[in-house]
């Protein structure tokens, strides 16, 4: 995410998201993890989600109120999840005063997975990558979109997140590379809970390889510390949200409606 920064957030951000079957929070300072947990247990989020974040600001040492910022996972995902992550967050951002981002969980996914993929390989990343994280969405949908990691290390959002059609998704992203010549990333990677999705995750695979780049399928499930340093770019870009009006992502907007939007905004700042 290549933001102005604007405020320096020396202070701890606690992070939390509950969009995915993985309830993922974590206290970043700076670029370091003061504490981190994962819960997979998505039908019990509700009953032990603050228990969890008390829990990790005593392991951390801290108390609410030296907290610098909260970032809340703004979805897409599960419609009741994102409201459990949204609620906590605005109502610690309210009674404490402090400055709330919203954070696009598959960005947090995606960044994440990225990261770690790299760290596994222990190679060093050439070119542009291109990252797509996915979530089951029911009936061959996905909750999806497409970031990317360039050589210099800036981190874009090339595709908006959206519901899409699997089969579809794999098609365009296909038609994309097609399209390109020259700035062709050098890698793919498709993240997140692929096991739903093999047979088209095989495809894509097949199809950039045809292309001549690299794919790579990844699974991964999220980690708050993601979530955390993205949010403290946001918070240092000067991207706080009002906890009042703050709603996580629930449109679960058709292909149509994201190539739409993303039309609109081209107009709009033309």
């Not at 997140?192 to 690299?214: N, P």
Request: proline letters at 3%.
């Amino acid at each position: 995410m290549n933001v102005e920064q604007k405020h320096k957030i020396d202070g701890p951000v606690l992070a939390l998201d509950t969009s995915t079957a993985a309830m993922a929070a974590a206290v970043v300072r700076g670029s370091e993890v003061l504490g981190e947990v994962q819960s997979l247990a998505e039908r019990n989020h509700s009953v032990h989600v603050v228990n969890h974040v008390k829990e990790l600001l005593e392991q951390c040492g801290l108390k609410q109120e030296e907290l610098a910022g909260i970032a809340a996972g703004s979805g897409p995902g599960s419609y009741t999840g994102m409201r459990i992550a949204a609620s906590v967050a605005k109502t610690m951002a309210w009674v404490l005063n402090k400055p709330l981002v919203g954070v696009s969980s598959l960005e947090a996914l995606a960044y994440g997975a990225w990261h770690r993929g790299i760290e596994a390989s222990k190679a060093e990343p050439e070119g542009s990558h291109w990252v797509l994280p996915i979530m089951d969405a029911r009936r061959g949908q996905v909750y999806t979109g497409c970031y990317a990691m360039e050589a210099d290390g800036g981190w874009s959002c090339l595709a908006q997140d959206g519901v899409r059609l699997m089969h579809n998704w794999v098609d365009g992203v296909s038609a994309k590379l097609d399209e390109r010549e020259r700035d062709k990333p050098s890698c793919i990677w498709l993240v997140g809970d692929l096991s739903l999705h093999m047979e088209e995750a095989e495809r894509l695979r097949e199809l950039a390889t045809k292309a001549g780049i690299q794919a790579v399928l990844f699974p991964f499930v999220q980690e708050g510390r993601w979530l955390g340093l993205l949010g403290r770019q946001r918070l240092e870009a000067g991207l706080a949200v009002n906890p009042h009006t703050f709603v996580p992502n629930y449109t679960q907007l058709t292909e149509a409606e994201v190539k739409l939007k993303a039309k609109q905004a081209g107009e709009q700042t033309t």
